[in-house]
């Protein structure tokens, strides 16, 4: 094997350029020789809090925090036997002061004094780890508050679904019934004519209401599944807005947990919203099957296909959706279609399943 080389213990004319500018290099340039600094310029030793004339001799052991220090002497090992000669990766050194620092190296295998050895350029990434630990932790926050808002939002629905129905839905019926009462007591048809008129806005009250009620939160799901509430909405759905919709779904009981249930409803009727809105589609093709356990809610259109920069930069609804997904231990993806149009896909895997007394899950 050829090894290229690097600085050496000559002082010759030729290498006196080089050495100005691997000294004065803003980034750190080492030369590790068994587990020993053997060369460091000072941008390397000031990594460390060190001058260059304590750091080299010194040990990497000394230079490596301790949860590091095998880690890091097994790449310097796999780079000087040639098993990967050349390797790019973050890690941390020990500062002088007690305390680790984050840095990127980028080493490879070389010949030094004639044996084997490993030079690289080391620079510090603190300020890029912490920006990233800052990202991260907002990230998990608004994940946090999204799933605080979506669990909010349902806990409000369910109320005034229930405020409706019981609430709303009783007065109306209680209308309706006195309208049929009253009309039984009436002789002259015009009187009965104004009261069959109350009596039809009861009940087209009443079965907005249900309409309404169903919406904010599907009793349907809760007493019969996914299957039957999505079957439900597909139907509705295809009425509204003249559009052929077909379904294949698993009718068995699928292992799914009221908080799967839900999130994957809301997925497929926010799908369904933003076909009606913006895919201009003339069939709708959703299928709900279980492989191995595994729950697989697919929504297909023949419209004209999301917009690829949606795919690049989702919208807030496609991110919501999303993060609906992750929620319950699941993913989303969305894609557009071989043949044109989009295609929702949502993945429930079985280690999202919650083990209680709500897996049957009604379907």
């Not at 009727?269 to 356990?293: F, G, S």
């Amino acid at each position: 094997m050829t090894y290229p080389l690097i600085l050496n213990d000559s002082h010759s004319d030729v290498d006196i350029p080089f050495r100005a500018i691997v000294e004065q290099s803003l980034v750190g340039i080492y030369v590790i020789q068994d587990e020993v600094i053997q060369y460091a310029n000072a941008a390397f030793a000031g990594l460390t809090g060190h001058a260059v004339d304590e750091i080299v001799g010194m040990n990497i052991r000394q230079l490596t925090p301790p949860w590091g220090t095998e880690e890091n002497l097994r790449r310097i090992r796999q780079r000087v036997s040639g098993e990967i000669p050349s390797m790019r990766f973050r890690t941390q050194g020990w500062h002088k002061d007690g305390y680790p620092v984050d840095v990127e190296v980028h080493g490879s295998r070389v010949l030094f004094r004639n044996l084997p050895a490993v030079a690289g350029v080391a620079i510090s990434i603190s300020e890029n780890v912490k920006y990233e630990q800052e990202l991260h932790r907002s990230r998990e926050q608004l994940r946090a508050l999204a799933t605080r808002i979506n669990d909010d939002r349902e806990t409000q629905r369910r109320l005034i679904a229930r405020e409706l129905h019981d609430v709303l839905g009783g007065i109306l019926t209680s209308i309706k019934m006195d309208g049929t009462r009253i009309r039984r007591r009436l002789a002259k048809n015009e009187n009965r004519e104004i009261v069959d008129g109350i009596i039809d806005l009861a009940r087209e009250a009443i079965d907005a209401v249900r309409q309404i009620s169903d919406t904010l939160h599907p009793s349907l799901l809760e007493h019969l599944g996914l299957a039957a509430a999505a079957r439900r909405q597909l139907e509705t759905f295809a009425v509204r807005y003249g559009i052929a919709c077909t379904m294949d779904a698993t009718e068995s009981p699928l292992p799914i947990n009221h908080a799967q249930g839900i999130a994957a409803y809301r997925i497929f009727q926010e799908a369904l919203t933003n076909i009606a809105r913006h895919a201009e589609a003339t069939r709708v093709q959703v299928a709900i099957r279980l492989d191995d356990r595994t729950l697989h809610l697919a929504v297909v259109d023949n419209g004209r296909g999301i917009a690829p920069e949606l795919l690049e930069h989702p919208s807030v609804g496609l991110t919501g959706m999303r993060e609906r997904a992750r929620e319950v231990g699941g993913h989303l993806e969305i894609s557009r279609g071989l043949d044109g149009g989009t295609v929702l896909r949502m993945i429930l895997p079985p280690a999202s399943f919650a083990p209680d007394e709500s897996t049957s899950a009604h379907d």
